[in-house]
Structures are given as structure tokens and as C-alpha cells.
């Protein structure tokens, strides 16, 4: 028995020894893994506090909080501003303006102090200068200017010092030249003029007196140079607006007729050359802008209405046929400019709020939340000028009038 006692004796400090370092190394697990729990935990909490909401993070980010201040985001806002650029040779208003394929942008005729203009002048936004281009075959005012596929450039009607205009003629950028081509059926002003996707370019509406709107449209085949007439719009109209949608099908709203301003809008389709009638515009307007968005929606915004100059604005949907208001414009307008962004957003320039003062404020919409934000003021106030979108990006208003009587040759950039 006490060598029994004895072996019991020489093995429990033993076992006890063994059962204290286990209880030991489960211990340091514990305390290691509340350790970890706390680092995880306290940063969440700070983040949560001085955030004030819930902050998604792993535990990379979570650890590297502990050595960091609360981190700012590292991208910085881009702000635009207005910036002079150069003159043009000529001051003009009522002009038109259009992008060549190189980048250019070609401005042409409109009024000045000393009549009707025939000149054309060329800008190169990598140079930032005007250089004069050949004349146009007859001055004109209040007429179109388009684009085409080939890259040339087509102006259609007007008015000139012998009348209202039935003419059209193309420039050609190679050569700084301007050539005659196919009359139109009808002479015309305050119309419309759109590329199709065939490439062809549809004339609507207008006047031919400045009292009695058109209502016959017809299209222009940039092949064969030759006018050809297509189906009569529903409502004649003058100082509308024409929109190609997404369908190739083109949307024309608004205008002034028979000393009436219209709600009405229509739906010309290209392929079969008849025109149908869509809801009505909720203002009725003219003098406004509209916009093709990138969601294939329509903007109209400003213009002019029975009850004055207006500041709302409402959006086309071609799927259901339906106008819808958005947000409101800071400035009622009307002979402003309004132009679709690379983001998406659509830029509003000046115009006039009375009819006669012109504005230097500008301001930009945004289909995703549809408010309009102010974009700061130009440096010259002007309406009845012309915006051009350049292939940077950038923003280029040309010309204009202060007040009907002072005319502009300035330029500037918004970038």
C-alpha cells in the first residue's frame, strides 16, 4: 500500500501540472481571439459614429482605419468655367453652326449691323482661332444647316435680301467652297432640317410670309441632290422643334401657327413617309430647345407660351407616347441654346427672360435626378447665338446679340 501510495504520490503533481498548461493555452486562445474581436469591433463602432450610418468593410479596411484618419475620397470634382476664346471676323445673330468631321466647326451667314450675311468663317478648337471660308452663293438668315454623312455640309432656305428662300447649297470642308444644289418644292423659314439614318435630311413646317405656317415637309436625297415631297404634317407649324429618335422616327413638337401656340406634337416616320399624331405637350411653347437624352427620351425646356416666357421643362417618352414635367429651369428663357453633354447632362445657355435683355447665366440638367444646377455665368450675355459641342468635350457659343441691336462676334468656351 505505500508503494502504492507512494506511485499516487509522484503521479498527481503531475497530471495537475499537465492539466494547468492546458488550461493555460486555452486560456491565451481566449484572450487572443477577444483581442481580435476588440480590434474588429472598436473601429466599426468609431466608423458607425462618426459616419452616422452603417459602413460595409472588411478586415483590411477595418485595421487600416486604426492607423488612418477617416479617409476623404481621392476624386476631385471637375468644374467647367467660361473662357474667352477668339473672335469671329464677322459679328453675327440668327446664324447657324455646324461640326465638321474633322473637328471644326463651320459658322455661316445671320444678321449683323450691316444686313444679311453671306460670309462663313471656320474654328479650329486646337488653335483657338477663326479663319475666313469661302462665301456662301446667296446671304441668308433664319434658314437650316446640316451635317451629312459625306461630311460636307447643307444649308437649306432662309431669307435673303431678295426674299424668303427656296435655295440649298453644300459646302465642301476640303476644298472651302460652296455649290448650289437641288431647289426646294416650297421656300421656307423658321423650319426644321434633320438627318436621317439613311442620311437623308427632312425639311418640315416653316413660313413663307412670316404670318401662315407650313405644314408640308419634304426630304432631301443627299445622292441624287434632288428634294422630294413626303407626307403633310397634321398641324402647320413655325419656330417648332424636331428630334430624330432612337427608332430612326422623327419627333417634331411645339411651334406657332395661324397666331396660336401649339401642344401638338407628331411622329414622322421615315419608311413610310406619314406623320402620326402623339399626346399633346403639356405647356404649349415656342422658341424652346429639345434635347435627345441618351435613354432615348426627349427634354423640352423654355421657350414662349401664352402667359410668358416659360421655365418648365417636360420630357418625351416614345415608348408609351407620353410627356411628363420635370424639374424647373432657375431662369425662365426663350432663343437660349441647349446641348447634350458626353456625361449625358444637357447644357442651357443665356437666351432672354423678356424678350430683349439677353441673359449670361447657364444651367445644367440631369436625367438621373431631373433638377436643373446653376453652371455660372458667361462672360457675355447673348440669345439668338449658337452652341456647338466639340469633340473634346467642350462647349463652344458663338455670336448673338445683346439686346436686338447690339451684335456680337464673340466667342467663348465652356470647359
Known amino acids: 500500500p505505500q508503494s502504492v501510495n507512494s ?15 492546458c488550461i493555460r493555452s486555452k486560456l491565451t486562445w481566449i484572450i487572443f481571439i477577444i483581442v481580435i474581436i476588440i480590434i474588429i469591433t472598436i473601429p466599426t463602432a468609431i466608423i458607425l459614429t462618426k459616419k452616422g450610418h452603417v459602413v460595409e468593410t472588411d478586415l483590411t479596411t477595418t485595421i487600416m482605419m486604426i492607423t488612418t484618419a477617416e479617409p476623404e475620397s481621392t476624386t476631385t470634382a471637375t468644374t467647367k468655367v467660361w473662357i474667352l476664346t477668339d473672335s469671329m471676323s464677322s459679328a453675327r445673330f440668327q ?25 462663313a468663317e471656320v474654328y479650329n478648337p486646337s488653335t483657338g482661332f477663326w479663319t475666313i471660308t469661302g462665301n456662301m452663293n446667296a446671304e441668308r438668315v433664319l434658314y437650316t444647316q446640316v ?11 432662309g431669307v435673303s435680301n431678295n426674299g424668303i428662300l427656296s435655295s440649298a447649297e453644300v459646302y465642301n470642308p476640303s476644298t472651302g467652297f460652296w455649290t448650289t444644289t437641288g431647289t426646294m418644292n416650297s421656300a421656307r423659314f423658321y423650319h426644321t432640317a434633320s438627318m436621317l439614318t439613311n442620311g437623308n435630311v427632312l425639311v418640315t413646317g416653316g413660313t413663307a410670309d412670316g404670318n401662315t405656317a407650313l405644314s408640308s415637309a419634304e426630304v432631301y436625297n443627299s445622292s441624287t441632290r434632288r428634294w422630294t415631297t413626303t407626307g403633310i404634317m397634321n398641324t402647320a407649324r413655325y419656330h417648332h422643334t424636331a428630334s430624330i429618335l432612337m427608332n430612326g422616327n ?8 395661324n397666331n396660336d401656340i401649339l401642344s401638338s406634337a407628331e411622329v414622322y416616320n421615315p419608311s413610310t413617309g406619314f406623320w402620326t399624331i402623339t399626346s399633346n405637350i403639356n405647356t404649349a411653347r415656342f422658341h424652346h430647345t429639345a434635347s435627345m437624352l441618351t435613354n432615348g427620351n426627349v427634354l423640352v425646356a423654355g421657350g414662349l407660351s401664352n402667359n410668358g416666357i416659360l421655365s418648365s421643362a417636360e420630357m418625351y417618352n416614345p ?14 428663357r426663350e432663343y437660349h441654346t441647349a446641348s447634350m453633354l458626353t456625361n449625358g447632362n444637357v447644357l442651357v445657355t443665356s437666351g432672354t427672360a423678356d424678350g430683349n435683355t439677353a441673359l449670361s447665366s447657364a444651367e445644367m440638367y440631369n436625367p438621373s435626378t431631373g433638377l436643373w444646377t446653376f453652371t455660372g455665368f458667361m462672360n457675355t450675355s447673348r440669345y439668338d447665338h449658337t452652341a456647338s459641342i466639340l469633340t473634346n468635350g467642350n462647349v463652344l457659343v458663338a455670336g448673338g446679340t445683346l439686346d436686338n441691336s447690339i451684335i456680337l462676334s464673340g466667342a467663348e468656351v465652356f470647359g
Open 250 to 257: 422623327v419627333l417634331v413638337a411645339g411651334g406657332f401657327s
Open 147 to 157: 451635317t451629312l454623312k459625306n461630311g460636307n455640309v447643307l444649308v437649306v432656305g
Open 7 to 21: 506511485d499516487i504520490g509522484e503521479t498527481q503533481p503531475t497530471q495537475w501540472t499537465r492539466s494547468r498548461v
Open 319 to 332: 415608348y408609351t407616347g407620353f410627356w411628363t414635367t420635370t424639374g424647373t429651369m432657375s431662369t425662365a
Open 95 to 119: 446664324h447657324t453652326a455646324s461640326i465638321l468631321t474633322n473637328g471644326n466647326v463651320l459658322v455661316a451667314g445671320g444678321l449683323s449691323n450691316t444686313g444679311i450675311l453671306s460670309s
